[in-house]
């Protein structure tokens, strides 16, 4: 079992910057890939970023390469989501998941565990 619990969400103008934490339990943080999805209102949940469980291989969707960037703590059982150019058009609800599998999440949008939730609000 693990359990995901996101922070660092809030508003922000569009163009400015924003660190999403998720903290994970449990000792096994190391052996899951970890990633990021968001759902904004009237839309399908969305794969955003991805980082394999030795962070050897990293994954975006298109519309946040450049833009976005996933890292991992071993130490602090955390991952981050640093969110940079912020986009009206990036505001969501952002779930943290883990999986053992990279291709669940990034093809098949779906993993083991998820968070509650952060919500982002980018303004214009």
């Known amino acids: 079992q693990v359990q995901l619990v996101e922070s660092g969400g809030g508003l922000v103008q569009a163009g400015g910057s924003l660190r999403l934490s998720c903290a994970a339990s449990g000792r096994t943080f190391s052996t899951y890939t970890m990633g990021w999805f968001r759902q904004a209102p009237g839309k399908e949940r969305e794969f955003v970023a991805a980082i394999t469980w030795n962070g050897g291989s990293t994954y975006y969707a298109d519309s946040v390469k450049g833009r976005f960037s996933i890292s991992r703590d071993y130490a602090k059982n955390t991952v981050y989501l640093q969110m940079n150019s912020l986009r009206p058009q990036d505001t969501a609800v952002y779930y943290c998941?883990?999986?053992?599998?990279?291709?669940?999440?990034?093809?098949?949008?779906?993993?083991?565990?998820w968070g509650q939730g952060t919500q982002v609000t980018v303004s214009s």
């Open positions: 998941a883990a999986d053992k599998v990279a291709r669940n999440m990034v093809v098949l949008t779906t993993a083991d565990y």
